[in-house]
Structures are given as C-alpha cells and as structure tokens.
C-alpha cells in the first residue's frame, strides 16, 4: 500500500461488501500521465498488493457496475489509461524471480508492476538477459506488454511476443491461465498483447537467455551517406538505431554485435555515471525550454545539444547495458509520435519518411516556425506475432518516432502533418502508447488497418467470457474496438 495514500472511504454501498476489508480504495484520487496528455478523476483508486486483491477489486467492480482501467508507472501518451470508474495502480505488485525448472526454456516470472530496473537487477544476479528492451528502465511489465513496446534488433520481435505464459484476471475475477504449447497460438497472441481489454494481467513468465557481450559502435555519420548506405548498415549489423537531430548534417548511427571480447566500458550503475546523466539530462531539459522561448534559436541548439550526446564511441559491454545505454531520459518530459510500418526491400520507404520529416521541419522554419525540437529515432525489428501489434505481419518493421519538448509551439499540427504521411507507408500503424489521437482521421486508420484482427481479438475475447459486459473499456478503446 502507497503510505502516503492513506486516504480511505468508500460509499455506503461497497463499505457493506465484505470484499473492502481486504482491499483498500482512495476516492476521487486525480491521475495524469507523465507526458502530460491525459488524466482522469476516478471514483476509486486501488492499491492490490495480490493477486486475491486483484480478484477482489474486479468483484468489487462487477457488483457496483464500474469500468475499470489498470495503471502501470504512466508513461503512455495515448488514452489508454483513464477512467471514471476504477482505476487500479499495480505497483504493488512486483515480485520477480527466475524459473530455470526447464533449462532448454529460461523464464522470467514478473509480477506486472515490477518495472524493467526490479526485472534487470534479477536477471543480471542469474547472468541471464531479456534480448531486448525499451531504453528507460522505470516503466512496468503490465504495461509494455499490454501495449506491445519494443526495442531495437532485425532478427528481435516485440516484448509481448516473450511471453511463454500469462495470468489474467477476468470479468468475473477468475485468475485465467495463457500458456504456449496448453492454449492456441490463436489465442495467445491475443492474449500477449490486450491493451488491458481481457482484464487485469497479474503475472507472466518472459522467455530469457543467458547474458551476451557486445561491441558497441556509436557514430557520426553524414546524413547523405546513411540516406545511401541504410540498407548495407541496418542488415550488416545486429542492432541499429539510428537518430537525427533537427537541423544537423550528420545522423547518430548506433549499432551492436555479438562478440567474446572482454568488457570495456566502466561498471553498469555506477553512481558517477548515474550523476552524469542526471546532469546532462537537465542541462538538455534546459536548453530544449530555452528553445521553447526563443524558437529562432531551435537550429543552434539543436546542434548544440547533437555534439553533446555520446554519439561516438566503442566499447564492449553485457547486453543489458547496450540496451539501456541512455539513464534519466525520463527527465525530459516531451511529445512522441511513433508509427510502425513494413520496411521495403530496397529500404526506399525508410528514407522517404526520413526524409519527410527533413523537409517539413525546414518548410516549418522558413516560416520562422520550429515545432520539432529534440530527435527523430527510427529502430529496425522482426514481425509480431499478436494481432493487435503495429509489428504483425509478414516482414520486417521499421518504428520511426519523433520527439520534442513538451509544449512546443505547433507540435501538434507538426507531428499530424508528418503522421498522416507516414500512415500512407505500408502497414502503417501508430505505436499504441504514443500519441496519435491528434492525427486527423486516425481511428479509421487503425480500424482499417488492423481491419480482420480487431474482428478475430474481438471474437477471441468473446469466446473466452473475458469481459462480456465491457468493464475494461474506456471511451478511446470503445471507439476503436
Ligand atoms: C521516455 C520514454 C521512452 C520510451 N521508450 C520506448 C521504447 O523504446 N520502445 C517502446 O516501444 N515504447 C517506449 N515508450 C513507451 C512505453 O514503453 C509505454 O508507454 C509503456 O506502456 C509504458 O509502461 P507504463 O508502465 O508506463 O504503462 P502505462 O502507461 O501505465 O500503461 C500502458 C497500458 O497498459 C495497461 N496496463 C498496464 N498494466 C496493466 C495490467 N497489469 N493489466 C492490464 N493492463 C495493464 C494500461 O491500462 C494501459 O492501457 C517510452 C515511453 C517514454 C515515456
């Protein structure tokens, strides 16, 4: 229980129920998400500290008709969270610990509010790793899985396609059990990735494996050279990604590969590392406000704050370090569109919404205009597996996303404008968290794109009783599904 949440009343009606010994609520406990998108009001709040209280609460809600929504550590832009209703905090809920009962098949069993820091901190005492990651640490499991995030690597899906096994608690508060190789594939990749619409994920076992060294090349390269070499880069190496700062004439190109080479790099977590980050993630907060107050001054700061960055240097470290190489990140509060979309064979489409981006920034300065102030960062994986992933599908995703200070003058208008040309990219879809509810017509886009699988999780979810009466709605999820 949050103890500086100590807060506890209910309405007449659900003190008589017996159920809120157990389980405690704050009433009327505002919510806003970190990027300053969305908020809500709920009538209760609850804490769970347990699977039975997950139960519990579902009961609670079923016998008082309420929605209920799940939140993790608030880190999505789109509307996924609020609610009205009930709205559950699962940061309790974190227990983690390695399942090494079957050596040919490691797993990471997670409770979903333990964030990817609690997740690391188990596997590196094993000497194990998840193959990829987002790059902060701070965010939960409930919610990258329930969203489909993904990190960077050609031959890597996305962190919903790691679960081997999952528990969720229905609308009727029965714990259900998905496990590959005992449910469908059918089934389970709707139950991988369900944007909280099958109920409240409890646990789950993540497919792991044994910790791996790579080198780590960061580079400045020159726009144009990248813009012609993009295909030999991205398909020569493991893991790229690769970054444009607005306004500069070179691109950050990060990459790496597998090796047996010793570690070279200073201790993960360090506390002068931590300490350096932290103050260079403020000074970059700083110089990105001062660009928000003065815009003309966007194109120096930008490649002010791009000759900061540790966009060249070679060193070997474990897995986990490459992924999450940049600490603090979440210091910068900023806006982010990002779409997935199908990469051409000749990477043609990839420079094109490069190069779209380029364009309308310059297009937008010229008119002493600057609403895109921080990066563009484009990451190249394999397909997914679960229906509502902007990765399914058969080849290879691009997730190209740009980013800007929070409340940069025009953003908005900016971030749709290059949006509605990305979405014409093949299979293009909006990354679930991200924002996107601002781009003219986007929910018949995502209606049309995702066209038969809306249907076949629709039906999936009907057929299982997972929420027949549509507690785990919320207005935006109701729109779309
Ligand atoms: C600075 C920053 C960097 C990021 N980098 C990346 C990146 O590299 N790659 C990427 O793909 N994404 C990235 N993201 C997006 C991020 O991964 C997602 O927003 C993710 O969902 C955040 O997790 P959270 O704990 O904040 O979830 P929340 O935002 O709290 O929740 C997300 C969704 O999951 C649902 N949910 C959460 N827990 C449960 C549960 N137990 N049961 C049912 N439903 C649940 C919520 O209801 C909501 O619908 C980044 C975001 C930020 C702010």
Redesign the pocket.
Known sequence: MNTNLSVVDYPAKVTANPLTDQVKAVPQLAWK???NTVSCLPDYSFFPTSGKDLAEIVQLARQTRRKL????????WSA??PTNDILVY?KDLDKVEMDVTDPSNPLVVVE??ATIKQVNDVLEGHEYALPFN???ES??F???I??G???SGWENDTLSDLVNWIEIVDAQGEIRRFEEGVTSEEVMNAARLH??MF???WRMGLKVKKSWRVKTVDERRDFDEVMQNMKEIVLGNESVDLFWWPFCEQMWVKRWNKTEASITAKPRKSWWEYASSWVTAHIGNAVWRLSGHIPPLTPFLSRLCFAFTPSRSKKVVDIVEAIHYRRC??VNKCG?VEIAFKIDPDFANVKQAILWVKEKAEAYAQEGKFPFNVTMNLRFVANSTCWLSPAYGEGHTCYIEILSHTRQDRWEAFSAEVAQEWLKLKGAKP?W??EFQHIPGVIDHIKEGYGNNIARFNAIKKDLGMDPEGMFMNPFLQEVF
């Open positions: 998400n970190w990027g929504r799940v939140v993790a550590q608030g880190h999505s996924l969270v699962i979903s509010g987002v790059v902060l965010v939960r409930g919610g990258l329930a969203t995030s993904h990190g944007l909280g109920g409240i994920t990140i979440e982010c990354h968290a991200k």
